[in-house]
């Protein structure tokens, strides 16, 4: 079997998991109060509206998202880039100029990696490791409340884009989230307010659909959902070449909001607690602890069938 018909996911799951010390695979490695994080891509991978800078900090971004996601506060960062020697001086200092740029924002202190040569397409590398801020989730309960810190769509107008060739402008939110993703600093002392009433969470990064699967994977869990959060306008536009609400969730990704899992109790103060940083958080479904859902995300009484994006197969 080849690695395009199992999968990344998959090959993760049922091979990978088998060789690696550590009792679940998360989006970051916590071990004795610090959380390690890599996360990497290929130069390629990229649009045209990008530049190698854009490469550079969304690189440190997609390793910042899940340290910060996950509980921990960015302190050291590591870079391995592998590079053409055809390209330029200057085209390999832009991509260091991005990651510097990011460090600096995400609060890590950048203090070297690797050079590599490639005579492929390239690749970034980055290693980030972060301070714990809460060693101990709650433990999940039926009925906790599942909330993300925006809504999504953005990246995938963008990828549907070029992936069908339509004949749509691009908006320049969709475009920033894109080529310049942010990940809200805020959420490190959201962390910190309501450690205890935080059971989960994970960033976008792979996309909603992907996320909320590995969610009901790793706490044993089904998830139903209640909302779809997707920007109305981004689902009336795309809406008009013949696609639905999730044909648009199986495109998303890289839009670096957040997912958690939270207590109901402390729901209220958690939302407005957010809102009055800008971060626009809205509960989107609950837990379900029925074993006859667990592994499953659930919408409109119908379990979601899970789609995205997967490095070995493509869009599948």
Known sequence: MKLKDLGEHEFIRSVLFKYVDAKELTDAYSYQGKSYKIDGFQLSYT????????????????????????????????????????????DLELIIKGIRSASTYYGFKYVGGDLNSSSANGWIDVV???????????????KD??????????????????????DIK???????????PIVNRNLIDFQKTFCKDIVGASDLSDGIL?????????????????????????????????????????????????????????????????HKRGIKAKVIGEVDTNKATQGSVVYNGEKIKIEGWDNFKGWF
């Open 210 to 274: 992907i996320t909320l699967d590995q969610i009901t994977q790793r706490l044993k869990i089904g998830i139903k959902l209640n909302l779809i959060p997707i920007r109305q306008t981004i689902i009336k536009e795309l809406s008009q070449y013949g696609f639905n609400e999730l044909d648009i969730l199986k495109f998303s990704g890289e839009e670096y909001e957040s997912i958690f899992i939270v207590k109901e109790q402390k729901l209220s103060l958690m939302l407005a607690w957010l």
């Open 128 to 142: 980030g490791i972060g301070d714990n801020i809460c060693e101990q989730h709650s433990g999940v309960s039926n």
């Open 47 to 90: 649009y045209p509206f990008m530049s190698l800078f854009d490469l550079g900090w969304k690189a440190v971004t997609s390793t910042a998202s899940d340290l910060i996601t996950t509980g921990s506060i960015p302190r050291l960062l590591l870079v391995s880039i592998g590079i053409s020697p055809e390209y330029s001086v200057n």
């Open 170 to 180: 691009p908006d320049y939110i969709s475009l920033l989230k894109v080529k310049h």
């Open 145 to 166: 409340k599942v909330i993300i810190t925006g809504e999504v769509g953005f990246t995938s107008k963008i990828f549907m884009k070029y992936y069908f060739k339509l």
